[in-house]
């Protein structure tokens, strides 16, 4: 059994990139190199259908690296890993020798109130269909994956007059490119400008916002939107106050009929009874039809509980840069603000009992499926992340509805026809769930359930998946770590039994942090 290195000096040039702009002397950088080593047997090694499947034992080295730092007026975090894949006999069609997975974002204030810069990149793979195995926890599977890569820069400028107003101005550029060509990819630019009122207007506050987004693609040319907002806020009474808006939004793309500008307007109210609980809902009209939008949380003292509804018009380009909606180590941060009132304190915290406990970084929401198109998504979802005395429970309830806007053609290229059509329209539901239980100081239990339905709106196909894993972790030492892991998944549709498969999948990792 063989291990390809030859792509692990991809990690050399990336480390010392980021290496170069970080002193050496500054107590605040620091570089942690990893290693990592796991073996695998698992009986659907490349996640064929059932009639398919082929047992086979994955060795697998994850040599990478970690860098933090931060000083008066810079952060910067960023991470890269190779995963090395080695297989029993010779490697099988839909797996592949290798993985490279990276991501660094950073924040600079170059001048204190006024200009500031953003910037992330990062790499791995993503899903390209929200129909197909679904390879959470299998890198090495190649059937529903691609690599897909993304920089973003971002400067801005944001200055408060006194307690007047605050303004700020950003620009962005970015880029996101799959496997290696610009299909389905492309670049972008946007504007942004926001107004908004300070402390003075207490009783009746005001924003003006302006966004406009162009987007660039190689094969089917330029797409853009524009949006213009202003905001009125009516403070009745210290904990309630009512909303009120109207705008215009202007969209370019390849339309499948029908309208794509129009007046918007919504309604609606903010209620904070308490530092705990936050409720705001809305309500309006925009060209495309009724919308609404709903954000709530409710902390307790053990406990965080979240509400959010959406309705607008999306890309799946867009959705890529923004963070997942249920994110573990933001809930972590309600939870212990409490407990923990500096934020900087509170975020290295949560870090650190995110690594002890092997908590996942998200819980499983809707499949961002590769597509060129614009569309409308109405998105809900209900959360909840509960500390006990013994362990950290954390659930996710999900309903999630795209609609195509734009032509299909526009992913026939991309994806295929045959994968276009079945990612024309889509809804997605499921629920997902993760309990750490803490049995000592050096032991912990992890059991992440996941479920969801995908039904293609247009061809009528609905596909099942589930996912059952149980991990336990024991540190051998402070930089040390060893795992065992046994894992279930299954997918299948009612409508293609042939595209119905299972993995039962065993192994055990040592990891080491130096």
């Given at each position: 059994?063989?291990?390809?290195?030859?792509?692990?000096?991809?990690?050399?040039?990336?480390?010392?990139?980021?290496?170069?702009?970080?002193?050496?002397?500054?107590?605040?950088?620091?570089?942690t190199p990893t290693i990592g080593m796991t073996e695998t047997v698992t009986d659907n090694v490349n996640l064929q259908p059932d009639d398919q499947r082929r047992t086979a034992w994955v060795t697998e080295a994850v040599p990478g690296f970690q860098l933090a730092g931060s000083g008066t007026r810079y952060t910067l975090q960023a991470m890269a890993q190779e995963h090395l894949f080695g297989y029993s006999g010779s490697r099988l069609p839909g797996t592949r020798d290798s993985q490279f997975v990276y991501g660094a974002n950073g924040q600079?204030?170059?001048?204190?109130?006024?200009?500031?810069?953003?910037?992330?990149?990062?790499?791995?793979?993503?899903?390209?269909?929200?129909?197909?195995?679904?390879?959470?926890?299998?890198?090495?599977?190649?059937?529903?994956?691609?690599?897909?890569?993304?920089?973003?820069?971002?400067?801005?400028?944001?200055?408060?007059?006194?307690?007047?107003?605050?303004?700020?101005?950003?620009?962005?550029?970015?880029?996101?490119?799959?496997?290696?060509?610009?299909?389905?990819?492309?670049?972008?630019?946007?504007?942004?400008?926001?107004?908004?009122?300070?402390?003075?207007?207490?009783?009746?506050?005001?924003?003006?916002?302006?966004?406009?987004?162009?987007?660039?693609?190689?094969?089917?040319?330029?797409?853009?939107?524009?949006?213009?907002?202003?905001?009125?806020?009516?403070?009745?009474?210290?904990?309630?106050?009512?909303?009120?808006?109207?705008?215009?939004?202007?969209?370019?793309?390849?339309?499948?009929?029908?309208?794509?500008?129009?007046?918007?307007?919504?309604?609606?109210?903010?209620?904070?009874?308490?530092?705990?609980?936050?409720?705001?809902?809305?309500?309006?009209?925009?060209?495309?039809?009724?919308?609404?939008?709903?954000?709530?949380?409710?902390?307790?003292?053990?406990?965080?509980?979240?509400?959010?509804?959406?309705?607008?018009?999306?890309?799946?380009?867009?959705?890529?840069?923004?963070?997942?909606?249920?994110?573990?180590?933001?809930?972590?941060?309600?939870?212990?603000?409490?407990?923990?009132?500096?934020?900087?304190?509170?975020?290295?915290?949560?870090?650190?009992?995110?690594?002890?406990?092997?908590?996942?970084?998200?819980?499983?929401d809707s499949i961002n499926y590769l597509s060129n198109r614009w569309l409308r998504e109405k998105n809900a979802q209900l959360g909840l992340a509960l500390n006990g005395a013994h362990g950290t429970l954390m659930l996710s309830l999900f309903d999630d509805k795209r609609t195509a806007l734009s032509a299909i053609r526009t992913d026939s290229d991309l994806l295929g026809s045959a994968i276009a059509a079945l990612n024309d329209n889509v809804h997605q539901r499921g629920f997902s769930s993760a309990y750490n239980y803490r049995a000592s100081?050096?032991?912990?239990?992890?059991?992440?359930?996941?479920?969801?339905?995908?039904?293609?709106?247009?061809?009528?196909?609905?596909?099942?998946?589930?996912?059952?894993?149980?991990?336990?972790?024991?540190?051998?030492?402070?930089?040390?770590?060893?795992?065992?892991?046994?894992?279930?998944?299954?997918?299948?549709?009612?409508?293609?039994?042939?595209?119905?498969?299972?993995?039962?999948?065993?192994?055990?990792?040592?990891?080491?942090?130096?």
């Amino acid at each position: 059994m063989a291990i390809t290195t030859a792509k692990l000096p991809r990690l050399a040039p990336l480390a010392l990139a980021l290496l170069s702009i970080a002193p050496a002397a500054h107590a605040g950088w620091r570089f942690t190199p990893t290693i990592g080593m796991t073996e695998t047997v698992t009986d659907n090694v490349n996640l064929q259908p059932d009639d398919q499947r082929r047992t086979a034992w994955v060795t697998e080295a994850v040599p990478g690296f970690q860098l933090a730092g931060s000083g008066t007026r810079y952060t910067l975090q960023a991470m890269a890993q190779e995963h090395l894949f080695g297989y029993s006999g010779s490697r099988l069609p839909g797996t592949r020798d290798s993985q490279f997975v990276y991501g660094a974002n950073g924040q600079a204030r170059v001048v204190d109130d006024w200009f500031y810069v953003d910037a992330s990149a990062g790499g791995g793979p993503r899903t390209a269909s929200a129909f197909g195995p679904q390879a959470e926890g299998n890198l090495w599977a190649t059937g529903n994956l691609v690599n897909v890569r993304s920089w973003r820069i971002s400067p801005y400028l944001r200055h408060r007059f006194g307690s007047t107003a605050t303004v700020e101005v950003r620009y962005a550029r970015d880029s996101l490119e799959q496997s290696g060509n610009q299909v389905g990819t492309g670049e972008g630019r946007s504007w942004t400008a926001n107004v908004a009122s300070g402390p003075s207007f207490y009783t009746l506050g005001w924003s003006l916002d302006y966004n406009r987004q162009d987007l660039d693609n190689k094969l089917f040319g330029e797409s853009s939107a524009k949006n213009v907002q202003g905001t009125l806020r009516w403070r009745l009474a210290r904990t309630f106050a009512l909303t009120a808006g109207t705008g215009y939004d202007s969209y370019d793309y390849q339309s499948l009929g029908g309208r794509t500008s129009g007046h918007s307007w919504s309604a609606g109210f903010i209620c904070t009874p308490s530092v705990r609980t936050d409720i705001r809902i809305s309500a309006g009209h925009r060209f495309y039809g009724p919308t609404g939008a709903l954000d709530a949380s409710h902390r307790m003292r053990h406990s965080v509980w979240t509400a959010h509804y959406s309705d607008t018009i999306t890309n799946s380009r867009q959705q890529m840069f923004l963070p997942a909606s249920y994110d573990t180590s933001a809930m972590l941060d309600k939870m212990f603000t409490a407990s923990i009132p500096d934020p900087v304190q509170r975020a290295a915290t949560v870090q650190a009992y995110m690594v002890a406990t092997g908590l996942p970084p998200t819980l499983t929401d809707s499949i961002n499926y590769l597509s060129n198109r614009w569309l409308r998504e109405k998105n809900a979802q209900l959360g909840l992340a509960l500390n006990g005395a013994h362990g950290t429970l954390m659930l996710s309830l999900f309903d999630d509805k795209r609609t195509a806007l734009s032509a299909i053609r526009t992913d026939s290229d991309l994806l295929g026809s045959a994968i276009a059509a079945l990612n024309d329209n889509v809804h997605q539901r499921g629920f997902s769930s993760a309990y750490n239980y803490r049995a000592s100081a050096r032991t912990n239990a992890l059991l992440i359930a996941n479920i969801s339905r995908v039904t293609s709106i247009t061809t009528g196909i609905t596909q099942d998946v589930s996912q059952l894993r149980f991990r336990v972790t024991r540190d051998l030492s402070r930089r040390s770590q060893a795992a065992i892991e046994v894992r279930r998944a299954h997918g299948g549709s009612s409508n293609l039994n042939t595209q119905t498969y299972t993995e039962n999948a065993v192994s055990a990792t040592l990891s080491m942090r130096f």
